[in-house]
């Protein structure tokens, strides 16, 4: 049964024997696919094989654009466009690191596509596995940036996170609090109120009462319950909090 490019629409990949290895090209943009074990007989290539459990968890790359999928999506968040198939078995191919260049693994029956001209990078190259990630305990909390490229970023997102000195500290989302008059989320101490509504530090009208002026302790019997055996009513918090700025 004839192959077919993981990355060219429609175009089928030549057998070619290369010393003793029958290999799949592509004629079109020269990429090179090789069964399982086929890549290690050539004496000159690294075994990949350190690099499987890696694929396991890696992302795919897009065959409509090239943007990469997490594993967890079936289809480019992107664009739309399906992730690589393996030539092989049709499988969804992981792009994984192999220090000199990047290879697409396929982890249900050990084949490895290669674009042009990687073949080559990987002459007596070293593969060693990558660094293993460090546990986190609990949620996984991005870190804020400073207004640069975010590598956090999800594919739609129009902004990174804000900077740690911005209005919001970078922990907007942990304040139900946002401007009436931009949107952005402000944490009590840099919240302004006046007449009932929330402004941020760039908006706020003469006359608000800074979050920032609260006293820094309150009687715990004027606080709403927030047992956290129960549901919070974020209304209540909202409420109380109104009041104290507005005190």
Not at 10 to 23: C, G, H, K, R
Not at 109 to 124: H, I, V
């Amino acid at each position: 049964m004839a192959r077919s490019c993981p990355v060219c629409p429609s175009q089928t990949l030549n057998a070619i024997q290369a010393s003793d290895v029958e290999v799949d090209v592509c004629p079109r943009c020269d990429g090179m696919y090789f069964d399982r074990g086929e890549l290690e007989r050539f004496p000159d290539r690294p075994s990949l094989k350190p690099l499987v459990n890696a694929a396991k968890q890696a992302a795919s790359r897009c065959r409509k654009g090239g943007h990469l999928i997490p594993r967890a999506l079936a289809l480019c968040a992107t664009c739309d466009g399906e992730p690589v198939g393996c030539p092989g078995c049709g499988a969804r191919l992981a792009l994984v690191n192999a220090r000199v260049c990047n290879v697409d693994l396929c982890t249900h029956c050990g084949g490895t596509w290669l674009d042009a001209g990687k073949f080559e990078a990987l002459e007596n190259a070293i593969v060693t596995p990558p660094k293993a990630a460090p546990v986190s305990k609990g949620w996984e909390v991005a870190p804020a940036t400073d207004g640069g490229a975010d590598p956090w970023r999800g594919p739609g997102a129009t902004a990174a996170l804000p900077p740690s000195d911005s209005p919001t500290g970078g922990l907007g989302v942990r304040s139900p609090l946002a401007c009436v008059h931009c949107g952005i989320q402000v944490s009590v101490v840099h919240a302004h109120a006046f007449n009932g509504d929330i402004y941020c530090g760039e908006h706020r009208p003469k006359g608000a009462v800074s979050g920032n002026s609260l006293p820094k302790s309150r009687d715990a019997s004027t606080m709403p319950n927030l047992d956290m055996s129960d549901v919070v009513d974020m209304s209540d918090l909202v409420i109380w909090l109104f009041r104290l700025l507005r005190r």
